[in-house]
């Protein structure tokens, strides 16, 4: 079996949002496996397969940060935008909203790839490709650690210097994924756009599924489904 695909991450700041916190943003300690898949998908992504993460490893001291920030409560599309009677004040649509979120983070992502049934090229193509466009520093999209203002930047990893930091905790439930089901009115998901954690989101009934984490010696192990 092949060693996994590697790649380094870095930004400035990064939340990675807890789901029991509601509107409040409050960070996992470290990327969630939902995080590192799009990432993964930013760099190289192909309708013939799907990244499987096996490990993350945190390379820098966990620091926080807290902020508060003037946000509204309602989505805005720009086709809403568009129309001749519309009308909107960010006045009376505002909310002071707090994130406490991640500071001067850098992780080392291990994945795999799984080819999906109607690929038709062997997964050494994939694989290759990867690697390549990591080398040369291409992407699809800029890749963003949780929130799209948190830009990231990846590179091949260095096994002299890029080394899990020596900390162990218990990181509670945290989301490995979200299970779809197709609804009425889809009866086959089809990938549509990615959500706040970076995870290309189906269209249908999604199901979130959670795992106990655990980061041992600087190390998440991402269980298998």
Known sequence: ??????????????????????????????????????????????????WVIREIQVLQPIRHFSIVRNEINSWQSDRAAKSHDFRYFADDDRAQRHTLGLRNVAYLIKADIALKPHANAHIAKYRDQFRRRVKKGQCHHQPYLGTREFSAFFSEPDPEVDKPISHTDELGLMLFDLEFTATNDSPTLTYLTHDASGAKVAKGKAQPKFFPARLDNGVLRVPQA
């Open 1 to 50: 079996m092949s060693p996994p695909l590697e790649v380094k991450v870095w930004a400035d700041y990064a939340c990675f949002t807890r789901p029991e916190f509601g509107a409040e943003r409050v960070s996992y300690s470290v990327m969630t496996p939902s995080a590192a898949r799009g990432v993964l998908e930013a760099i190289f992504w192909k309708p013939e397969f799907t």
